[in-house]
């Protein structure tokens, strides 16, 4: 690999006119000595993001768009990815912020790792009480668990990583992300290179700030999808699932009943949604400090929320899902040029 090779940066964004100006500055104003292209893969936007969009491409040459009429996540960063042409491929999303350095770096460790894949921490960062809120909770453990890409840890190989920094040979060889995985795309993707025995790392060098979800209906439905989805990767992908996933299910199975029997039958059955209550109220403690009171008094909402959205949408998960999946064929990534 050179020292500086050109890199792909591929974006799929979909109603993302609050922050998908910011998000693209942050990737032009890269510390970066190679030649970059950014690719924008437009969904059926009912707000500002085409317009915005449009104006990108005006004002800087490294900029295009292609359209991604379906608005399918793993779709539209197909679409990018045959559009584009460099043999690094960087995700973002249309509201991450890449650090100063993440491209470099990412290159970098690519090429001392060896890795097929490399990924760092999903920095969540609120812009009001309920978003610092939001950030707090999906950076800490009682949150989501011991998840390195959202609370740190030592680099090193990885099931999967946020994002992710890809060397194009890989993309191509997977026929890039498979487009029935609305959501869980980079986890059932990391886990299909893997098994073809190329690597994942994790470096805690890598840092894309991330704009958590704005309402608790939102972050509700966000955290619903993705144990749904988590959910289909198991079935999909046997062997793949692990204890940490199964807490969540687990929890709302178990506050479920003790609800009831303390309804019904005796008042000890309450002490499971009780002690359940408890250990988020003292978790969001540690999880709060530094942040306005109005923020630390709503993360026991925003871990609620999380745990009981991502454990209902994991049970809930209708097997339909999976063979949909199992009889989909994902389209090929390769370019023109490959």
């Known amino acids: 690999m050179n020292a500086t090779p050109p890199v792909s940066v591929i974006m799929p964004v979909l109603n993302e006119e609050r922050h998908l100006r910011n998000s693209v500055r942050h990737i032009l104003e890269q510390e970066y000595d190679g030649e970059m292209e950014v690719v924008i893969a437009l969904g059926p936007s009912t707000d500002r993001t085409d317009e915005i969009a449009a104006e990108l491409v005006r004002e800087d040459p490294r900029v295009s768009t292609v359209p991604n009429p379906t608005g399918r996540t793993p779709a539209a960063l197909n679409a990018a990815i045959k559009a584009s042409r460099h043999p690094?491929?960087?995700?973002?999303?249309?509201?991450?912020?890449?650090?100063?350095?993440?491209?470099?770096?990412?290159?970098?460790?690519?090429?001392?790792?060896?890795?097929?894949?490399?990924?760092?921490?999903?920095?969540?960062?609120?812009?009001?009480?309920?978003?610092?809120?939001?950030?707090?909770?999906?950076?800490?453990?009682?949150?989501?668990?011991?998840?390195a890409f959202h609370t740190g840890g030592t680099a090193g190989?990885?099931?999967?990583?946020?994002?992710?920094?890809?060397?194009?040979?890989?993309?191509?060889?997977?026929?890039?992300?498979?487009?029935?995985?609305?959501?869980?795309?980079?986890?059932?993707?990391?886990?299909?290179?893997?098994?073809?025995?190329?690597?994942?790392?994790?470096?805690?060098?890598?840092?894309?700030?991330?704009?958590?979800?704005?309402?608790?209906?939102?972050?509700?439905?966000?955290?619903?999808?993705?144990?749904?989805?988590?959910?289909?990767?198991?079935?999909?992908h046997q062997g793949s699932i692990n204890l940490r996933y199964l807490a969540p299910p687990t929890a709302v199975c178990a506050i479920a009943v003790g609800t009831v029997v303390g309804a019904v039958l005796t008042p000890w059955g309450l002490v499971i949604p009780g002690g359940y209550l408890a250990a988020i109220v003292a978790g969001s403690v540690?999880?709060?400090?530094?942040?306005?009171?109005?923020?630390?008094?709503?993360?026991?909402?925003?871990?609620?929320?999380?745990?009981?959205?991502?454990?209902?949408?994991?049970?809930?998960?209708?097997?339909?899902?999976?063979?949909?999946?199992?009889?989909?064929?994902r389209p090929a990534v390769r370019t023109a040029s490959a």
Request: hydrophobic fraction near 40%; charged fraction near 20%; charge should be positive.
């Open 88 to 147: 690094i491929v960087v995700r973002v999303d249309g509201h991450g912020m890449l650090s100063a350095n993440y491209i470099a770096t990412a290159v970098r460790l690519l090429e001392e790792t060896g890795a097929q894949n490399v990924g760092g921490i999903m920095h969540a960062e609120g812009e009001n009480d309920w978003e610092h809120a939001v950030a707090a909770a999906m950076t800490s453990k009682i949150g989501v668990g011991n998840a």
């Open 286 to 329: 540690p999880a709060g400090k530094g942040l306005p009171l109005k923020a630390r008094l709503q993360i026991p909402v925003a871990l609620a929320t999380m745990h009981m959205s991502w454990g209902f949408g994991f049970l809930t998960s209708p097997r339909s899902l999976a063979k949909k999946v199992i009889a989909s064929r």
């Open 157 to 236: 190989p990885a099931e999967t990583v946020y994002l992710g920094v890809f060397r194009r040979e890989a993309l191509e060889q997977q026929d890039g992300y498979n487009v029935e995985f609305i959501r869980a795309q980079d986890w059932e993707l990391n886990f299909r290179i893997r098994e073809a025995g190329g690597q994942i790392w994790f470096s805690p060098e890598l840092r894309v700030q991330y704009r958590p979800r704005p309402s608790v209906r939102a972050l509700a439905k966000q955290y619903k999808d993705y144990g749904r989805w988590r959910h289909v990767v198991a079935r999909y």
